[in-house]
């Protein structure tokens, strides 16, 4: 999928005005239901989405910017659209600074891993040295969309990326720990580090109230490994965790546990 084929024409204004933020929320909606997939999502769930999303934190992150969006289970397709705001509005943006761009996005519930592409292809191509001034400057809806696209060079394709894993390693024993890293440092990853942890009973032990229960040794050894590696070479860690340790589910002092993560890019050296 590329910006293109979700940058809908109808869904760019050029020149608007606003008083506030909430009137953009509520123009945002109007304009996004201009494209059909969005015909039978009420106006109503719209807003409380885009509404929902900024009360976790504005989505003006600085340098006149704005990118609303949200996720709704109603929506069956992504809509995206461009607003430019020549005089700016309050926006509540991080920088405190007025937003004269808005790029917003309506999302399907379903599909986060194509929304975090999304966001990070429209976050690079406003990067652009002169991208912004020159959509800015654009006194058309057409001549926007044109504007923006020449600045496009990301695709946004998640079915050529590697399912990942985030693969974590709980172990209390030193001598466990050292075997287990050297063995999984061998092992094809995006990134493997180490958390250093407390036990819950050294945590306790400092806490007046409980402090009389551990006084023997609060300050066991505690370490967390965490690493990201490719779905398929789960079952070859385990592998190697458990030439260390023997089979887990009898193993006292490690736990291992492996979720799928839905978006994973970049590398740690």
């Known amino acids: 999928m590329k910006l293109i084929?979700?940058?809908?024409?109808?869904?760019?204004?050029?020149?608007?005005?606003?008083?506030?933020?909430?009137?953009?929320?509520?123009?945002?909606?109007?304009?996004?239901?201009?494209?059909s997939s969005l015909r039978n999502?009420?106006?109503k769930e719209i807003l409380a989405g885009l509404q929902e999303r900024e009360s976790l934190g504005s989505t003006g992150f600085g340098k006149?910017?704005?990118?609303?969006?949200?996720?709704?289970?109603?929506?069956?397709?992504?809509?995206?659209?461009?607003?430019?705001?020549?005089?700016?509005?309050?926006f509540e943006a991080l920088?405190?600074?007025k937003v004269k761009l808005i790029i917003?996005?309506?999302?399907?519930?379903?599909?986060?891993n194509k929304h975090l592409k999304l966001l990070s292809a429209i976050s690079r191509t406003l990067?652009?040295?002169?991208?912004?001034?020159?959509?800015?400057?654009?006194?058309?809806s057409e001549a926007v969309f044109e504007s923006f696209l020449r600045h496009t060079h990301a695709e946004i394709d998640t079915s050529k990326q590697e399912a990942k894993c985030l693969l974590n390693v709980f172990i209390q024993d030193e001598n466990v720990f050292r075997e287990i890293l050297e063995n999984l440092t061998g092992m094809e990853t995006s990134s493997l580090v180490v958390f250093n942890t407390e036990n819950?009973?050294?945590?306790?032990?400092?806490?007046?109230?409980f402090a009389d229960f551990w006084r023997d040794n609060p300050d066991s050894f505690s370490k967390v490994i965490v690493a990201v590696v490719d779905k398929r070479l789960v079952n070859e860690?385990?592998?190697?965790?458990?030439?260390?340790?023997?089979?887990?589910?009898?193993?006292?002092?490690?736990?291992?546990?492996?979720?799928?993560?839905?978006?994973?890019?970049?590398?740690l050296e």
């Open 127 to 140: 990067l652009i040295p002169g991208s912004v001034e020159e959509i800015l400057a654009e006194r058309t």
């Open 5 to 35: 084929d979700v940058l809908r024409k109808e869904c760019i204004v050029a020149g608007a005005q606003f008083g506030d933020k909430a009137e953009v929320l509520c123009e945002i909606v109007e304009v996004a239901r201009k494209n």
């Open 41 to 43: 999502v009420s106006e």
């Open 64 to 90: 006149g910017i704005a990118i609303p969006h949200c996720r709704l289970e109603a929506v069956t397709d992504f809509v995206v659209g461009i607003i430019t705001i020549p005089s700016g509005v309050d």
């Open 200 to 209: 819950v009973g050294a945590y306790l032990a400092k806490v007046p109230l």
């Open 104 to 112: 917003f996005i309506i999302a399907p519930e379903t599909q986060p």
């Open 95 to 97: 920088d405190g600074e």
């Open 237 to 267: 860690a385990i592998r190697i965790i458990e030439s260390v340790t023997g089979d887990l589910n009898e193993c006292t002092g490690v736990i291992v546990t492996s979720q799928d993560l839905s978006y994973a890019a970049g590398s």
